[in-house]
C-alpha cells in the first residue's frame, strides 16, 4: 500500500502537476486503494491520487458517506466562503482559504452531477477544517469545501493557491522615492521627497 506523501519533507514530482485522465475501470481501482490508505490512518477525510505519487485524476471523499471523482470537473459554484483548511500532504500547515459553499460537479462514473451544498445555517460555522461539527448543515459544508480541495489536487493546485491574502491597508501603501511626503518631529514639519525624507526618518521623524 501506498503513503502519502509529506511534501514539507520529501519531493513530490506530481503534487503541482494537472493528472491524467483515467478509465472509469482504472479509477476505480485507484480510488479502492485511496480509500484504504484513509482507513488505515483515520486521520483524513479526502484523499487524491497525486497525494501518495499516482498521476490520474482520481480523488475520494469520506465526510458523510464515501464518494469517488473519477475525472471530475466543476461545472458551476456559487457563494463564496472563507474557510480555514489542513492538508494531509502538508501536515500541521493550515492555511485560510477562499471557497464556494455551493458546486456542482461532473464525475466520469456517474450519469448525474454531484450537487454539494451547505444549508444556509452553516454561514455561521467556525469555517475550519477541524470545528466543524457533526450536524448535517455543517457537515455538507464540509463536504463541499473538501470535494474542492481533492478537484484542486487533480489539477496541480494546493492550499496554497487558494489562500486568501489579507488586503493591505492603507500605511502598507508603497510610497515613490520621487513622492512628496510630509514628516514631523515635534513642532517641525518638513514637505520632501521620499527619498531625501529617509535620513530624518531614521533620525526620528515619521511620516503623517
Not at 455551493?102 to 469555517?127: C, L, P, R, T
Not at 489536487?153 to 501603501?173: F, M, Q, V
Request: glycine content about 6%; hydrophobic content about 35%; charged content about 30%.
Amino acid at each position: 500500500m501506498k503513503n502519502i506523501i509529506n511534501c514539507l519533507v520529501n519531493h513530490n514530482p506530481v503534487i503541482t502537476k494537472k493528472l491524467k485522465e483515467v478509465s472509469i475501470e482504472e479509477g476505480r481501482v485507484i480510488a479502492t486503494e485511496l480509500f484504504q490508505i484513509l482507513n488505515k490512518r483515520q486521520d483524513g477525510i479526502g484523499l487524491a491520487a497525486n497525494q501518495v505519487g499516482i498521476d490520474a485524476q482520481v480523488a475520494v471523499v469520506n465526510v458523510r458517506e464515501p464518494i469517488i471523482l473519477i475525472n471530475p470537473k466543476i461545472i458551476d459554484k456559487s457563494d463564496e466562503i472563507s474557510y480555514y483548511e489542513g492538508c494531509l500532504s502538508f501536515p500541521k500547515h493550515g492555511i485560510r482559504t477562499q471557497r464556494y459553499k455551493n458546486i456542482i460537479v461532473q464525475s466520469a462514473d456517474v450519469d448525474s452531477q454531484y450537487y454539494f451544498s451547505g444549508a444556509e445555517s452553516a454561514k455561521d460555522v467556525k469555517g475550519s477544517w477541524e470545528t466543524a461539527k457533526k450536524h448535517d448543515t455543517e457537515q455538507r459544508l464540509l463536504e463541499a469545501i473538501c470535494v474542492q480541495h481533492e478537484i484542486d489536487h487533480l489539477n496541480g493546485l494546493t492550499i496554497h493557491d487558494r489562500e486568501k491574502k489579507l488586503e493591505p491597508t492603507k500605511s502598507e501603501k508603497k510610497i515613490g522615492r520621487n513622492n512628496l511626503v510630509t514628516i514631523k518631529k515635534g513642532d517641525a514639519v518638513k514637505v520632501l521627497k521620499y527619498k531625501k525624507a529617509q535620513k530624518f526618518i531614521n533620525d526620528g521623524w515619521v511620516i503623517e
